[in-house]
Structures are given as C-alpha cells and as structure tokens.
T-cell receptor, first 111, second 114 residues
Framework: AQTVTQSQPEMSVQEAETVTLSCTYD???????LFWYKQPPSRQMILVIR??????QNATENRFSVNFQKAAKSFSLKISDSQLGDTAMYFC????????FGTGTRLQVFP | EAGVAQSPRYKIIEKRQSVAFWCNPI?????LYWYQQILGQGPKLLIQ????????DSQLPKDRFSAERLKGVDSTLKIQPAKLEDSAVYLC????????????FGPGTRLLVL
C-alpha cells in the first residue's frame, strides 16, 4: 500500500526562526513526484514545493527547502525565517498514479 | 490566470437530503479531480476525469455519490442521500495533464450533514 506518514501533528516556531516538518512515505514505485502543500485556516490549499524523485538535488523555493532522502523514503520541509503568514496545515504528498496525502502537520508561528 | 472555482463555499443539510457541488477548473486543464477531506485528515481522491471521461472512480461510493463533467470543463459532484459521515470539505483540483502533473486546488465546499 502507498502511504504518507507525518509524525508531527502540531508544531510551533517563533517568527524568524527555522522549523523542519517531517514526512516519510512508502511506495514500491521508482518514479514519482513529491509535494508539500500549505492549507491556511479556511483558505485553499496551495503548492509550496515539488521534488522529482529522479533528481538528487533538493528542491528550493525561496525560504522553503526540502531534504529528500530517496533510500530512506524521507521528504522533510525546512522553513527558514518563519513568518506569521506561514501559519497553516502542511501536507506532504506523493504521486505515482494518484496523489496520496499525509494527515498533515499544523504549524503555528508565534510573534 | 484564474484559479479553480468552487461553489457553494458552505452547505448545511439534513441527513437523507441531496446536495450538489460545482467546480470550474483552470482554463485549459484537461484533468479534474474531486477529493474528500474529513476533519483531521488529508484529502482523499474520489474521482478523476480526463476531459469528459472518468479515469479513476475506485474510491467513489457509487451508491450515493455521482459526478459528471459533460463538456469536459465544469464538473458537478452530487450526494444523494447524504449521511452524517459525509460531513467534510470537498475539494476540486485540476491539472494540465494526467499523471504526475502538479494539481491546483480550489477553495473547497464545506459540507455539514445534521
């Protein structure tokens, strides 16, 4: 079965600090894409960052970067210089033939 | 570029009633998805369309849920009759192509069944 595990239901970080959200996944496929999506309270889900499994280089998008460890099936998200607007649910997901989501990590950024 | 549009944003119904949700994908996106997101969980795929054909509806409870995308653009998702456990957010997403393309999500319809 294809699964995504986010072991941190909730996390908090002070503004301007760095936080890392964990994600592990399980698939027997070799070709897939990984995503982090952000879902602010009562707002729509938006793409934060995307990683192709065949690429060894970790994806980076401004303050957001990933640590992709294919052998360990690990895909963590690092948010640098956290901002109040980063407060949201963060979902890790991967896709082979369909998009599979984890249960999410609720991130609270404090002033 | 306009994003994925959904309506209504909120709906409250009583069990055994019927309800319909509407989605308009990003212009030019051939692939459309409906997801169900129960509180505290990640979204789960209900059905995937490629143009006006169904690609995957294996997770759709077909005894009560139906969906269509007649002209390959807008889509409707219907629940009839609704059950208490159908209370959830229903998300529509679209992508330019099927497969491993990035999916773009709409704001969702929050359904409460009493």
């Amino acid at each position: 079965a294809q699964t995504v595990t986010q072991s941190q239901p909730e996390m908090s970080v002070q503004e301007a600090e760095t936080v890392t959200l964990s994600c592990t996944y399980d698939t027997s496929e070799n070709n897939y894409y990984l995503f982090w999506y952000k879902q602010p309270p009562s707002r729509q889900m938006i793409l934060v960052i995307r990683q192709e499994a065949y690429k060894q280089q970790n994806a980076t998008e401004n303050r957001f970067s990933v640590n992709f460890q294919k052998a360990a099936k690990s895909f963590s998200l690092k948010i640098s210089d956290s901002q109040l607007g980063d407060t949201a649910m963060y979902f890790c997901a991967f896709i082979t033939d369909k998009l599979i989501f984890g249960t999410g990590t609720r991130l609270q950024v404090f002033p | 570029e306009a994003g994925v549009a959904q309506s209504p944003r909120y709906k409250i119904i009583e069990k055994r009633q019927s309800v319909a949700f509407w989605c308009n994908p990003i212009s030019g996106h051939a692939t459309l998805y409906w997801y169900q997101q129960i509180l505290g969980q990640g979204p789960k795929l209900l059905i995937q369309f490629q143009n006006n054909g169904v690609v995957d509806d294996s997770q759709l409870p077909k005894d009560r849920f139906s969906a269509e995308r007649l002209k390959g653009v807008d889509s409707t998702l219907k629940i009839q009759p609704a059950k208490l456990e159908d209370s959830a957010v229903y998300l529509c997403a679209s992508s330019h192509d099927p497969g491993m393309e990035t999916q773009y999500f709409g704001p969702g319809t929050r359904l409460l069944v009493l």
